[in-house]
T-cell receptor
Framework: AQTVTQSQPEMSVQEAETVTLSCTYDTSESNYYLFWYKQPPSRQMILVIRQEAYKQQNATENRFSVNFQKAAKSFSLKISDSQLGDTAMYFCAFMTTSGTYKYIFGTGTRLKVLA | DAGVIQSPRHEVTEMGQEVTLRCKPISGHNSLFWYRQTMMRGLELLIYFNNNVPIDDSGMPEDRFSAKMPNASFSTLKIQPSEPRDSAVYFC???FGTGVGGTQYFGPGTRLTVL
């Protein structure tokens, strides 16, 4: 069975600095997708970034980028130039491509950006 | 695109009452997911539909919970009778299978309080 682990329950970072959130997963499959979602205090779940496992290039979306290490089964999220609006809960999620479209979510990391 | 629409946004009810949560997925999406989020248990997948057919309801906690998807543009999650431990935020999400990497788009959630 697939599992997703986020080992940092809480983190904080100074505004304008860089922070990295970690995520590891376990699967025997070779083809899958990985996601980071952000949940601000408004509780809306917002897609931050997506990575296809067959792509070696790390995904990037503006200030957000990932470090995808397939062999190590690691998928960390780097936030550069942190902003107060980045304060949120961040969830890592895994989805197999084997016919079901279910996500396996991690337990989340609460990030606080300090002024 | 209006995104995933959920109603009501907030629901307060008394123990024993029937509660119905509603969801309108993004037009063209063929998969729909119901999640429950609590502090204790995090994000839990309750049930998901593909092409209006329930595929996996193993996350539905008990017979008091039921979900339907009568057509591609509407789904309901019903709790009857409701209990205080059902208090949570319920999210609906939709996706287009593995299109766009199977990305799920979430609604704003319904915060349910059972007194």
């Amino acid at each position: 069975a697939q599992t997703v682990t986020q080992s940092q329950p809480e983190m904080s970072v100074q505004e304008a600095e860089t922070v990295t959130l970690s995520c590891t997963y376990d699967t025997s499959e070779s083809n899958y997708y990985l996601f980071w979602y952000k949940q601000p205090p408004s509780r809306q779940m917002i897609l931050v970034i997506r990575q296809e496992a067959y792509k070696q290039q790390n995904a990037t979306e503006n200030r957000f980028s990932v470090n995808f290490q397939k062999a190590a089964k690691s998928f960390s999220l780097k936030i550069s130039d942190s902003q107060l609006g980045d304060t949120a809960m961040y969830f890592c999620a895994f989805m197999t491509t084997s016919g079901t479209y279910k996500y396996i979510f991690g337990t989340g990391t609460r990030l606080k950006v300090l002024a | 695109d209006a995104g995933v629409i959920q109603s009501p946004r907030h629901e307060v009810t008394e123990m024993g009452q029937e509660v119905t949560l509603r969801c309108k997925p993004i037009s063209g999406h063929n998969s729909l997911f119901w999640y429950r989020q609590t502090m204790m248990r995090g994000l839990e997948l309750l049930i998901y539909f593909n092409n209006n057919v329930p595929i996996d309801d193993s996350g539905m906690p008990e017979d008091r919970f039921s979900a339907k998807m009568p057509n591609a543009s509407f789904s309901t999650l019903k709790i009857q009778p409701s209990e205080p431990r059902d208090s949570a935020v319920y999210f609906c999400a939709s996706s287009f299978g593995t299109g766009v990497g199977g990305t799920q788009y979430f609604g704003p959630g319904t915060r349910l309080t059972v007194l």
